[in-house]
């Protein structure tokens, strides 16, 4: 007697279920099912996206019309199994805008190129700068003159973790 595989007319008919469309088995990290269902439970994280843009000269008419429901982590990430937050901290990169208690969207696939502002474990200490690379020499650069550039040495254990792509900093 045969045992297993499809037989006609078993199982649920497709669209009836909790989400009422076909759905598909996934293997997720024990560690992850929490926020996989509350993910779920909402529809993903979607914001409305009104029509109208904001002046930010004379004051204009506002209209309701959403014109769309947006997916931040599809907006803003580019790659997001590379892709990162941090939180910084201190002053150095201020004048790149990057306050403290900002949160920093990095990502890790992204090559590190010259001018662009990096996480980097120099030494075992995180640290974000804009990176400076000449044929002699490579710096990370503050964006503060109270702070002093750090130029790596062969001796440093530098790691560059990832590029960043944006900082989420509340107004």
């Known amino acids: 007697m045969a045992r297993g595989g499809a037989r006609p007319g078993a199982g649920r008919p497709r669209g009836q279920g909790k989400y009422k469309e076909s759905t598909k088995p ?16 909402g529809k993903g994280h979607r914001i409305p996206l009104y ?6 000269g004379t004051p204009c008419f506002a209209e309701d019309d959403v014109e769309d429901q ?18 910084a901290s201190g002053y150095s990169m201020i004048n790149a ?4 208690g900002d949160l920093l969207l990095a990502d890790s696939g992204i090559e590190p190129r010259n001018g662009k502002i990096v996480i980097a474990a120099v030494d075992g200490h995180l ?11 490579t710096v990370l650069m503050p964006e503060n003159d109270d702070y002093d550039p750090i130029l790596l040495h062969r001796d440093n254990n530098v ?12 107004v």
């Open 159 to 170: 790691t560059i973790c990832g590029v960043v792509t944006m900082v989420l900093h509340a």
């Open 70 to 87: 947006v997916d931040l982590g599809k907006y803003l990430i580019r790659n997001p199994a590379s892709s990162f937050l941090v939180r």
């Open 127 to 137: 640290t974000v700068k804009r990176l400076k690379k000449s044929r002699n020499e």
């Open 51 to 56: 029509s109208n843009a904001v002046s930010a």
């Open 97 to 100: 805008g990057i306050h403290p």
């Open 26 to 41: 996934v293997r997720v990290p024990e560690s992850m099912v929490g926020d996989v269902l509350e993910f779920l439970s």
